[in-house]
């Protein structure tokens, strides 16, 4: 079936400007992860999704950042008055979350939206 | 606490050699370990993992060493291949089967397989 798909794949904005960032899980994955990839660095968490509970966003740098997901469906991940420093690789993953079970709940990650600001 | 180092940055290996990449971490509470392999556009995708119970995994070419006391893993990939050109990110997971699965990345290794 079709993994996971984000949008748009390269994103170019000046400095001020917000962005939107969408991500469509896997069909039927209930939890989705929002991390971030600087160059030449490992993924940083940012926020997370499962089912109806409130996100835990715990990982977001500013408040200029949010994040919001309908249901168990698309999510969109918004950056306001963009700066510079939030140039980086935006990759979401979905997994199925089956807690208390002792199974690990893969993380499967999509492409990730390359976001350039100027 | 939350953090997991991970060496080398990168890594070159001719074809059939031995790749190995080793990650510490410090926080016990830490208690699934997955290694992920990133090619270039791609998203990272799940190569092994491992619990703390077990001090070695092994599936095909690709094996985890897991020193529970010294809290430091490593992945060897045996025979390597130009294939296995990518960037390898190893992982911590202190939410195993608990409500969330907040990963901890590694920096990530950049390996170069020379045919």
């Known amino acids: 079936g079709a993994g996971v798909s984000q949008s748009p794949s390269n994103k170019v904005t000046e400095k001020g400007k917000d962005v939107e960032l969408r991500c469509d899980p896997i069909s039927g994955h209930t939890a989705l992860y929002w991390y971030r990839q600087r160059l030449g660095q490992g993924l940083e968490f940012l926020i997370y999704?499962?089912?109806?509970?409130?996100?835990?966003k715990s990982g977001l740098p500013s408040d200029r950042f949010s994040a919001e997901r309908t249901g168990e469906s698309v999510s969109t991940l918004t950056i306001q008055r963009t700066q510079q420093e939030d140039s980086a690789v935006y990759l979401c993953?979905?997994?199925?979350?089956?807690?208390?079970?002792?199974?690990?709940?893969?993380?499967?990650f999509g492409p990730g939206t390359r976001l350039t600001v100027l | 606490q939350q953090q997991v180092k991970q060496s080398p940055q990168s890594l070159i290996v001719q074809k059939g050699g031995i790749s190995i990449i080793n990650c510490a971490y410090e926080n016990t509470a830490f208690d699934y370990f997955p290694w992920y392999q990133q090619f270039p556009g791609k998203g990272p995708a799940l190569l092994i993992a491992i619990r703390p119970d077990v001090s070695e995994k092994k599936e095909g070419r690709f094996t985890i060493s897991f020193n529970k006391s010294a809290k430091q893993f490593s992945l060897h990939i045996m025979d390597s291949q130009p294939g296995d050109s990518a960037t390898y990110f190893c992982?911590?997971?202190?939410?195993?089967?608990?409500?969330?699965?907040?990963?901890?990345f590694g920096t990530g290794t950049l390996l170069a397989v020379q045919p």
């Open positions: 992982a911590a997971d202190p939410n195993y089967g608990g409500a969330t699965n907040k990963l901890i």
């Open positions: 999704f499962q089912g109806n509970s409130a996100p835990d």
């Open positions: 993953a979905s997994s199925i979350n089956l807690s208390g079970g002792a199974t690990y709940n893969e993380q499967f």
